[in-house]
């Protein structure tokens, strides 16, 4: 029986939650900024109602065997308050974030040591506070170490598909690339289907290259084609499809704006190499976002 805390009780730390004490291994605890009842998951496997036990304020946390963070990535600050009590002996801490600083963002709060990073891919999202749905397979990669392969260890009879690679940066850099071509959604405020159009298909094939030449200055290997294949699959995706970042815009919530696009600007800079396509988009969405 593994003692797991999940931050974050949104749609993937509720697909997790419920999954998670559907083995009926581990004691889950989710930690929520405010109260919460049942969480129902809508599931492809069928629906679960899920009953952890929530804590709402960091003071409360005890230390456990794993801690799941599963906040946006602007929200790390907060998440971290809750893994001074968490973490206190040591606890690997699983970052279930998009983007590839993971490690950076937790950097200030936690040991090196323990910090899991997690990439993450599991369609879903919140009715309300207590109600998700997941809309298909959840998939999580994680490196190939000890730690790692604990972190599969607790997902086991569940259908969550989690495996290890032994180069989970490059895995962490093609998500990167779909999800930084996921900006001209936001910007032009269309589904999917937009991406049928010749001149917005050119577009985000250049975005994914600007995303691709950064990312093998930092050490990521790209398989050959990759933006062709991501504009292929944005194109066979069903056309009324809409990423985080362009409900997040609809909806006037904050963006992962600076995790999945402003980090390639940063880097780019850094390495010298030019991201015009990233760069635009990062100034005109955070002027859009201000207005
Ligand atoms: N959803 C997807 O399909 C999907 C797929 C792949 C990757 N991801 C990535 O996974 C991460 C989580 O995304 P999500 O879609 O699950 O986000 P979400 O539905 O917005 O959930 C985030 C949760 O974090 C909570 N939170 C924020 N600050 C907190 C704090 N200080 N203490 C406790 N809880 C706190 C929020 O609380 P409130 O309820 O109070 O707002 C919310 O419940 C993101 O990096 C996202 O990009 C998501």
Redo the contacts with the bound molecule.
């Keep these: 029986m593994a003692r797991i805390a999940i ?9 997790m939650a419920a999954w998670l004490e559907k083995t009926g291994r581990h004691q889950v605890t989710l ?4 109260p919460l009842g049942e969480l129902h998951v809508e599931t492809p496997q069928g629906p679960l109602v899920a009953r952890p036990v929530v804590l709402t304020a ?1 003071e409360q946390a005890k230390p456990v065997d794993w801690v799941l963070v ?4 602007y ?1 790390a ?6 893994l001074k009590g968490l973490a206190a002996q040591g606890a690997p801490v699983a970052i ?4 590839i600083e993971h490690r950076e963002r937790f950097a200030p709060y936690l040991p090196a040591a323990q910090i899991v990073p997690v990439m ?7 009715t309300d ?1 207590t109600h ?1 749905r997941q ?1 298909g397979t ?1 998939k999580m990669v994680v490196q190939d170490d000890a730690r790692g392969r604990e972190f599969v260890a607790l997902f086991a009879g569940t259908p969550i598909e989690v495996v290890t690679t032994p180069d989970l940066k490059s895995a962490m850099w093609r ?1 990167l690339c779909l ?1 930084s071509s996921g900006v001209i959604n936001a910007l032009i405020l269309q589904p999917t289907a937009a991406m049928h159009d010749e001149q917005l298909g050119e577009l985000l094939k250049a975005m994914v290259r600007e995303c691709m030449a950064v990312g093998r200055a930092e050490g990521a290997v790209f398989e050959d084609g990759l933006p062709e294949k991501i504009l292929a699959s944005q194109r066979a995706a069903p056309p009324d499809s809409v990423n ?2 362009q409900a ?1 815009r609809a909806a006037g ?1 904050p963006m ?1 704006l600076d ?2 696009n402003g980090v390639i600007v940063r880097l780019g800079r850094q390495h010298g190499i030019p991201t015009p396509y990233n760069e635009m988009a990062v100034a005109l969405l955070a002027a859009m976002a201000r207005k």
């Design positions: 931050v974050g009780p949104g749609a993937v730390g509720g697909v930690c929520a900024r405010r960091p599963a906040t946006k990535a929200d600050a907060g998440a971290a308050t809750w279930l974030q998009n983007g993450v891919d599991a369609p879903a999202e919140r506070p998700i809309r959840a998500k999800n985080s970042i997040d919530r992962e995790a999945r």
